[in-house]
């Protein structure tokens, strides 16, 4: 019996991939990153968009800031 993926699976693969696009220079330095944008190219919800983006402002490839439309 396979399990449906939960929402820390989508934020760790969502996280996996905006980091290698990051790393392998896909994303310039100074790119805006639009969760909502991010949602729609990888076909998830906002919110593991949010959790990806909090580990990577942790690890310090992105620089959130909030508010900012």
């Known amino acids: 019996m396979t399990r449906r993926p939960t929402k820390g699976d989508r ?3 969502v996280y996996g991939r905006l ?3 990051i ?3 896909q994303l310039a330095p100074g790119t805006r990153l639009i969760e909502m944008d991010i949602a729609d ?3 998830v919800s906002r919110t593991p968009v949010r959790g990806a983006l909090q580990r990577l402002a942790q ?3 992105v620089v959130v800031t909030p508010g900012k439309r």
Do not use: C, S
Request: glycine share 14%; no cysteine.
């Open 11 to 13: 934020a760790l693969e």
């Open 41 to 43: 190219r990888f076909h």
């Open 23 to 25: 790393v392998r220079g």
């Open 59 to 61: 690890e310090g490839y």
């Open 19 to 21: 980091r290698d696009l």
